[in-house]
């Protein structure tokens, strides 16, 4: 392909084709600038901004959306997940997101063991419907609660089950496609009668059939020569699945086509039998060369899967303190295997491990082994190999590691020496990456230090990636095991598997796509693999000032942007924190990674150019709930919530602010007033007209009521004399935060008096504390500042004495533990704050405070601050240990989010977000269970809406202590 071809689509008429599409196509059709720059990059390596964003609602919509840019010349992409790591799912040309419409399940039969799917479907949300027969889909990627069915089939996917079913392609029965010029067949298996009733009808169809047939009898013998004979080649184009002896299957032959050839509408799959119980056998070894030379052995008593990792990934993990608890779990060694066995019971799996130990056990010198019967310890171990892409990216001290040599296969008899020799090429090239994956698959997984930012340095990786093609193809094996070539490998391809074959994936892609219009210039006549670098030597962000300081980060807000490193957790509907906003409108936009990308779009200055007056990001991070979820929820911490602070901090300087800044970001002053005069307060914000009016004045949520002041703050009644606490004992300081002086101060008189019957001294300071959290989560960081430096100020005396702070509303704890130290990372008083500041919780565990016995069921919101920034676990230990039934309905944020759901416009979508789970657990709640919620803004959403009064922790314990008395 020509280079006036590659950049044929600056030449379209952009905007006839939009009008086009938009009269045409059910669907969404989005040529913004925000849309373009949020699907210019993926998981990869590459940019490339396209040159519009269709979302299809129908697959009558995907075929006019072709037919259309048919009409125009314009090249097209699909998109599910955007997951891919090589470059395959970005390029100048429409794309086609399928994810947020085409998600239907359209047929289960467990008889015939298969089910029908459209590309939009997420795999676990296949699986979860499949176990219900004990049936599962083999192939699990890591991503398998993100990735789409059409991403996996664009790339042929396989994951940690393949040893037990396969790839991708291996479980395709029947693919309904289309082709660029719109001609729509289902393919698979086919018979030789059957391919000649097709050419002789003649039509494209028999065109296309005619043109597979001669490839397969001209390129017969060098495909069964050249193509490796192992369990994970992907790389290339299935051609070998035409051969008589494979069933002249086109529905595989089309799996792994990453998008070049046709566009998949639906897909039968194969469903296999999912044992019910499985068993993890953990081996510990002197080096993961040595675990990778014993995979032969384990394969010998038919793991459903066996992983290996190094002693590099763990000790990454310590380095970023990820799961220490887990790590400890794995036996002695410095390198591991995790097999994993399955059976119909219990016994059965267990028994194929033992055998396994039994067998090794018998060497002279045999590796650490640790059998596993805790499904919870599993669980954690389990946890330590997924983490193995948040572990290898933004390791302190580590330089970045990128993908672009991520997931070879060889043999799996020969990885022990491949890895060997691969180590001592990393160490020829000056790199540095920690080696795991799908072992007995002969996978390998690995993030590399490539410099992506110097001319030196890109060279260096070409040079690398030449002699790693090079070694992968003495010892027999796969550029790409899963992850597809893209851009990156495809370039290398003819070292694989000759000029003939090149030339034969040519014909087969013409075939389909006789004007090279689907995703040009990836796998046949591709980039090469330094064009089209999202960094590369000409990246040079924009530098601004900051008020965080991003000491984690090399002190710099780009770079902070370039912890997302686009694997898109964050797009998760099952069990997630993250991100709250999209799980309830499935954009992009509204994900961690889309406004990392835009982000990253601004700083960068070419197409997204103006600054931080960008409405590209601003647009994007609207809905953000500023629920700090990503920075534990991300596997490498991308903390949006600080991002969006900082950047509304600029945006907005020197101008006017939305109402809702002055009203909630200024709370502290408004919340202050209105405690004087709280009778006048409440008249104003619940009388029906004088509400209406204050709540249209402050750009209040009409949906809304304004919440009640207490007729008598805490600091009231604790400055009247008559609160009973002692003057000696064990001193704590309480921390008077505003929300519950005003509001709830009942809260606070609870933990005072359960604290003094601890035998506690408690001190509450003379001044009370300013807010702290609403102006940062307004961007309104000069005036935050200031006020946590009072805050700091008030509290100084006391933790100069080392005396613990106790703060009861968790987001304002989370601003002592978190923005503190990002703000002032060098402030002696405020590193003191930091490390006294407790929730009642991690209070009494820290204390030893055994509680108070209360039996019953209680429905248990944690405030997403507390999951996110503090430790959760400590109030799931005290409640356990309490004796109560706790149910926890929702992982993430409740939709309040502060004041969040307060505002304007976002009543809805916090409501949204709230029935997930959270709302209809409490009203389901019997009259007996309890309501329990820290956060001050998740007892507001969840009294709002149910009229059920949850009780702060606090109030529990005390209720619990005064049932026992």
């Known amino acids: 392909m020509s280079e006036a071809e590659r950049t044929e689509g600056d030449m379209l008429n952009a905007k006839a084709l939009e009008a086009d599409l938009r009269a045409a196509v059910d669907g969404e059709v989005r040529f913004d600038s925000t849309s373009r720059a949020l699907y210019a990059t993926d998981a990869s390596n590459y940019r490339q901004v396209p040159v519009g964003v269709v979302l299809p609602r129908s697959t009558d919509a995907v075929i006019k959306t072709l037919e259309v840019c048919h009409r125009h010349g314009a090249p097209v992409v699909s998109r599910g997940g955007g997951t891919a790591l090589c470059g395959q799912t970005c390029n100048v040309a429409v794309v086609i997101d399928h994810s947020k419409y085409l998600r239907g399940i359209l047929e289960i039969d467990p008889q015939r063991r298969i089910a029908r799917v459209q590309p939009g479907v997420i795999l676990d949300q296949l699986r979860d419907e499949t176990e219900k027969f004990h049936l599962t889909y083999g192939p699990d990627p890591a991503t398998h609660d993100h990735n789409t069915f059409g991403g996996m089939i664009g790339n042929n996917s396989c994951g940690i089950h393949s040893v037990m079913a396969g790839r991708t392609a291996d479980n395709v029965l029947e693919l309904d496609v289309v082709t660029y010029d719109g001609v729509r067949m289902t393919v698979g298996p086919t018979s030789e009668e059957e391919l000649e009733r097709i050419i002789a009808a003649g039509g494209r169809r028999g065109e296309i059939y005619a043109g597979l047939r001669d490839i397969r009898d001209r390129y017969a013998r060098d495909i069964r020569r050249r193509y490796p004979r192992i369990p994970r080649r992907v790389s290339g184009f299935n051609l070998d699945d035409l051969l008589p002896e494979n069933g002249f299957n086109v529905a595989r032959a089309l799996v792994g086509t990453e998008g070049t050839c046709v566009t998949v509408m639906e897909a039968t799959v194969r469903l296999v039998h999912s044992p019910p119980s499985r068993t993890l056998l953990v081996l510990g070894y002197p080096d993961v060369y040595s675990a990778a030379d014993d995979i032969g052995t384990l394969m010998e008593f038919g793991p459903v899967g066996l992983e290996g990792l190094d002693e590099l990934l763990i000790k990454f993990m310590k380095k970023k303190k990820l799961h220490p608890e887990d790590i400890e779990l794995l036996p002695e060694g410095k390198g591991w295997l995790l097999a994993e066995f399955g059976g119909d019971s219990k016994e059965e799996s267990d028994r194929k491990a033992r055998q396994a130990m039994k067998k090794i056990g018998k060497r002279d010198a045999p590796p650490t082994m640790k059998l596993f019967s805790d499904s919870k310890e599993e669980k954690m171990v389990?946890?330590?190999?997924?983490?193995?892409?948040?572990?290898?990216?933004?390791?302190?001290?580590?330089?970045?590691?990128?993908?672009?040599?991520?997931?070879?296969?060889?043999?799996?008899?020969?990885?022990?020496?491949?890895?060997?020799?691969?180590?001592?090429?990393?160490?020829?090239?000056?790199?540095?990456?920690?080696?795991?994956?799908?072992?007995?698959?002969?996978?390998?997984?690995?993030?590399?230090?490539?410099?992506?930012?110097?001319?030196?340095?890109?060279?260096?990786?070409?040079?690398?990636?030449?002699?790693?093609?090079?070694?992968?193809?003495?010892?027999?094996?796969?550029?790409?095991?899963?992850?597809?070539?893209?851009?990156?490998?495809?370039?290398?391809?003819?070292?694989?598997?000759?000029?003939?074959?090149?030339?034969?994936?040519?014909?087969?892609?013409?075939?389909?796509?006789?004007?090279?219009?689907?995703?040009?210039?990836?796998?046949?006549?591709?980039?090469?693999?330094?064009?089209?670098?999202?960094?590369?030597?000409?990246?040079?962000?924009?530098?601004?000032?900051?008020?965080?300081?991003?000491?984690?980060?090399?002190?710099?807000?780009?770079?902070?942007?370039?912890?997302?490193?686009?694997?898109?957790?964050?797009?998760?509907?099952?069990?997630?924190?993250?991100?709250?906003?999209?799980?309830?409108?499935?954009?992009?936009?509204?994900?961690?990674?889309?406004?990392?990308?835009?982000?990253?779009?601004?700083?960068?200055?070419?197409?997204?150019?103006?600054?931080?007056?960008?409405?590209?990001?601003?647009?994007?991070?609207?809905?953000?709930?500023?629920?700090?979820?990503?920075?534990?929820?991300?596997?490498?911490?991308?903390?949006?919530?600080?991002?969006?602070?900082?950047?509304?901090?600029?945006?907005?300087?020197?101008?006017?602010?939305?109402?809702?800044?002055?009203?909630?970001?200024?709370?502290?002053?408004?919340?202050?007033?209105?405690?004087?005069?709280?009778?006048?307060?409440?008249?104003?914000?619940?009388?029906?007209?004088?509400?209406?009016?204050?709540?249209?004045?402050?750009?209040?949520?009409?949906?809304?009521?304004?919440?009640?002041?207490?007729?008598?703050?805490?600091?009231?009644?604790?400055?009247?004399?008559?609160?009973?606490?002692?003057?000696?004992?064990?001193?704590?300081?309480?921390?008077?935060?505003?929300?519950?002086?005003?509001?709830?101060?009942?809260?606070?008189?609870?933990?005072?008096?359960?604290?003094?019957?601890?035998?506690?001294?408690?001190?509450?300071?003379?001044?009370?504390?300013?807010?702290?959290?609403?102006?940062?989560?307004?961007?309104?960081?000069?005036?935050?500042?200031?006020?946590?430096?009072?805050?700091?100020?008030?509290?100084?005396?006391?933790?100069?004495?080392?005396?613990?702070?106790?703060?009861?509303?968790?987001?304002?704890?989370?601003?002592?533990?978190?923005?503190?130290?990002?703000?002032?990372?060098?402030?002696?008083?405020?590193?003191?704050?930091?490390?006294?500041?407790?929730?009642?919780?991690?209070?009494?565990?820290?204390?030893?405070?055994?509680?108070?016995?209360?039996?019953?069921?209680?429905?248990?919101?944690?405030?997403?601050?507390?999951?996110?920034?503090?430790n959760p676990e400590a109030a799931h230990e005290l409640l356990k240990q309490m004796g109560l039934t706790v149910v926890e309905p929702q992982n993430g944020c409740c939709g309040m989010a502060g004041s969040f759901g307060f505002e304007k416009g976002k009543y809805e979508i916090s409501m949204r977000i709230s029935e997930m789970g959270l709302l209809p657990a409490v009203r389901e709640a019997s009259s007996g269970d309890l309501i329990v919620a820290d956060g001050f803004s998740c007892r507001t959403q969840i009294l709002q809406a149910t009229a059920r009064k949850p009780l702060h922790l606090a109030e529990l314990l005390l209720l619990a202590l005064n049932r026992t008395r």
């Open 382 to 870: 389990w946890e330590v190999r997924e983490s193995g892409l948040g572990a290898t990216a933004n390791v302190p001290g580590v330089p970045l590691g990128w993908p672009g040599w991520e997931d070879a296969a060889v043999p799996p008899e020969k990885v022990g020496p491949y890895l060997r020799d691969f180590h001592a090429l990393l160490q020829e090239h000056g790199l540095i990456a920690s080696l795991y994956g799908h072992f007995g698959d002969g996978c390998i997984h690995c993030r590399i230090s490539f410099d992506l930012f110097t001319h030196q340095g890109v060279q260096n990786y070409l040079s690398f990636l030449d002699k790693a093609t090079d070694l992968v193809v003495r010892y027999g094996g796969s550029f790409s095991a899963e992850h597809g070539d893209g851009q990156s490998k495809a370039m290398y391809l003819e070292k694989m598997y000759g000029p003939g074959l090149l030339e034969a994936f040519r014909r087969f892609k013409e075939l389909w796509d006789p004007g090279w219009k689907m995703n040009p210039g990836k796998v046949v006549e591709p980039f090469r693999p330094d064009q089209n670098l999202r960094l590369g030597p000409e990246y040079n962000p924009w530098q601004p000032e900051t008020r965080f300081r991003f000491p984690n980060d090399d002190g710099s807000f780009p770079r902070a942007v370039l912890r997302c490193v686009g694997v898109g957790k964050c797009r998760r509907s099952h069990d997630a924190f993250m991100c709250p906003s999209f799980l309830a409108t499935l954009e992009e936009k509204h994900t961690t990674r889309g406004r990392a990308h835009l982000l990253f779009e601004m700083f960068r200055g070419d197409f997204v150019s103006d600054g931080w007056h960008s409405k590209e990001v601003l647009e994007s991070l609207e809905f953000c709930l500023s629920c700090k979820g990503c920075k534990t929820d991300c596997p490498v911490n991308v903390d949006m919530a600080t991002y969006k602070a900082e950047f509304l901090h600029h945006h907005y300087r020197h101008r006017l602010r939305p109402l809702p800044a002055y009203s909630m970001g200024l709370f502290g002053i408004w919340g202050s007033l209105g405690a004087k005069v709280p009778a006048l307060a409440n008249f104003m914000g619940q009388t029906p007209v004088l509400s209406g009016i204050t709540k249209a004045v402050g750009g209040i949520a009409p949906e809304r009521s304004m919440p009640r002041f207490a007729a008598e703050t805490f600091t009231s009644w604790y400055q009247s004399g008559n609160h009973g606490g002692r003057s000696e004992g064990r001193r704590v300081v309480l921390y008077v935060d505003i929300f519950n002086d005003c509001f709830f101060p009942e809260t606070l008189k609870a933990a005072f008096e359960l604290l003094t019957r601890y035998g506690y001294q408690v001190i509450v300071p003379k001044k009370r504390p300013p807010a702290v959290r609403p102006p940062i989560d307004y961007g309104m960081l000069d005036y935050a500042r200031k006020k946590i430096l009072e805050a700091v100020g008030i509290l100084s005396p006391y933790v100069r004495q080392g005396i613990p702070v106790l703060v009861l509303e968790p987001s304002t704890a989370a601003v002592f533990r978190d923005e503190l130290s990002e703000l002032y990372p060098q402030h002696e008083d405020g590193k003191r704050v930091t490390s006294l500041t407790l929730t009642l919780s991690e209070f009494m565990k820290k204390e030893h405070l055994s509680p108070p016995k209360l039996s019953g069921t209680i429905v248990y919101q944690a405030h997403c601050h507390q999951k996110a920034l503090l």
